[in-house]
């Protein structure tokens, strides 16, 4: 894995939250099932989002008003807040 | 929260009535609520750190994770993070000196214990600190902060390689990670080539580079000894104690021997000291315990000490950039500070010398694949070594540069390297690009040394400063000047002192009396003899002269040897410039001094010619106490092949002058031979103390 330059935001957005990133951490925020994920871009698509606003700040504040039970808004926040690990991985 | 910050402020730095300096309160603000990316501009000591660290804990009181802080200077923060104790920062070191409490670490990261993560860039570079420590924690990052992110730009200068893996892991994160660079030198070419590889979201907030209190003076004087006698003669009136910066390591070595000699507290700092003395010879400067460090650019980056009362510059630095960066290190808290810029005759030649070395040869390189691509398994670089026979550290210097490559046609495997399936070619139109720009920056400097206004202000526009004006203080402004004299005895002295260093070689102008050499007697002819010649140390001496012993024990002359060969070599510059090098041969030892020959003319960058051959052993020159009985025992002893004889001047190079018969007989046949000029050169002079030295 060493293409960098191609990674769009919506990408980075999905690997934040769907892969491990090379971490074994038992206590950390483990990242969303295929149909956890299912349910946020379900979410998303309602609010009109896509995945890469979950970057910007206004994107990112509107997730703690999610109210599906298999999602809680801080792991999710967790798994965003994992970039140097995606940086260090891509 | 500016209220909060403002506490935060106050309470590191333990002054109630403290406010933040322009652009402080900025960054803050925008790292923490605006979770923007930022370069900032900012001269030493204006407080880049409490930016972090503030920062750091206004994140952490909002549940984000520790900051990552990547800085070369981890040793010299110790300050810095005394002051973030005090606002319940709390930051820890991983480096290369302490796996041991790696794993210690990584829980309490884990655990939320830890505010700041400290990593050195070579961290960064190395496998498996990379996925044992850095990985598993890197999850748990919230602000990624870079120092001295001028690196990310100035590759092949600061010699940094590492900086481009940062360059790369920045363009990789996420744009809702916070990122702080942060820079007391940046001109616009700077300031655009970070911005181009992190992104255009990069915000840049930058403040006057202006230091009130420094006097600048640059001071044209071309011979080293006249520089040393300046030093020798100032340095004890300068109030406080301060840095004398140097360009290599061998001047550093020389210029601190001669300041002792005349009595003055000096000590040389470069890379060839352990860590361990370098830290403490910064503590003494801090400490004042010391009056003045003679130093390379190996006193880097973030050495703080704000009262540093001079910083003079023996010889002129490559870059404003670089300049200023140490230059800046003096006045920082007092009122009153020197800068000066000595400029001589050997600078062009010494930047020159960078600039050419700056990479890796595209031969070493493609070397260095092929051995790669050859080998069954992954290869050390001892094992590399051996299968090339090429300098350590031009090895090094090779794998470091394919290493960074980005894709790299190398990785690691463990501490061994196994070529990787891409494919590469030397980026030669990078190469040429940045070395073109190191000759546009040796220009500016050059133009410094000839700048008709305000010095200050000079650097300030070259440097992109907005607020560039005159500064009132240094010796343009004012017509003060220390000026370029010095007494004539400390002139003398300094000439003596240089001579000792290098000994210079006499051509013997007449055969033996009272006999014949291979029929000759009389004068020797003045277009068949030596020229002047030179050798690098006395027999016996401490240092080289130990080297030279080792070396022809072990039947191998250390590296250390070749580069103070070549050093002396073009600080002597013989003229007309040898083109070639040969050897005198021997019969008891015949591959020690070909060998060290071949590895000088490399390092010159000169062909190597072993034109001379041994015909007959002969007793060692050493044991024949005259000239007559010195000259028969090399009669008819050597044969030159004139075929291979080059036209050009050439060197000629011998471990050990005692008689100078050797260099006298080889350096006639040569020329008889059709040689240019003979300049013979040796390691060491074991001939009998004439009373020139003491």
Known sequence: MTMTEGLSADTQVVLLLCSRLGQKDENGAKPLTARQYGVLTRWLRERSMRPRDLLENTGRARLAGIQAAELAPETLEQLLDRGVALGIMT | MKERALALLRQAIGDPRAQFRPGQWEAIQALVEGRERLLVVERTGWGKSLVYFIATRLLRDRGAGCALLISPLLALMRNQIAAAE?????AETVNSTNPDSWPAVETALKAGKIDVLLVSPERLANEEFMTRCLLPVAARVGLFVVDEAHCISDWGHDFRPDYRRIARILQALPRNLPVLATTATANDRVVGDVTAQLGPRLRVIRGPLLRESLRLENLRIPSQSARMAWLADRIPRFEGSGIVYTLTVRDADNVAAWLQQCGIDARAYHTGLENEERQQLEDMLLGNQVKTLVATVALGMGFDKPDLGFVVHFQRPGSVVHYYQQVGRAGRAIDRAYGVLMSGAEDDEIANYFIRTAFPSAEEVAEVLRVLDAAPRPLKAAEI??????????LAKALKFLEVESPSPITHEGTAYVRTPVAWVMPAERIERITQLRRQE??????????????MQFLAEELSDPEAAPCGKCADCTGERL????PAYLGEGAARFLERLSLIIEPRKLWPQMATFEGERGRIAAEFMAAEGRALCKWGDAGFGDLVRDGKRERHFADRLVGAAADLIQRWNPRPTPEWVTCVPSHRHPALVPEFARRLAAQLGLPFVGCVRKTRATDLQKTRQNS???????????????????????????????????????????????????????????????????
């Open chain 2, 86 to 90: 005090r606002i319940a920062v709390r």
């Open chain 2, 385 to 394: 070594q051996r299968a090339l026979n090429i300098r350590p550290s031009k």
């Open chain 2, 442 to 455: 040796q220009a500016r400097m050059r133009a410094y040394m000839e700048a008709a206004g305000c010095l």
């Open chain 2, 483 to 486: 000026g370029a004299t010095y």
């Open chain 2, 628 to 694: 007559f009985q010195q000259a028969s025992n090399l009669e008819n002893a050597f044969e030159v092949e004139e075929g291979s004889v080059q036209r050009g001047p050439v060197l000629l190079v011998d471990d050990v002058v005692d008689s100078r018969w050797t260099f006298t007989v080889l350096a006639w046949k040569l020329r008889k031979a059709g040689a240019g000029p003979v300049f013979p050169f040796a390691l060491a002079d074991s001939s009998a103390d004439d009373g020139s030295s003491e």
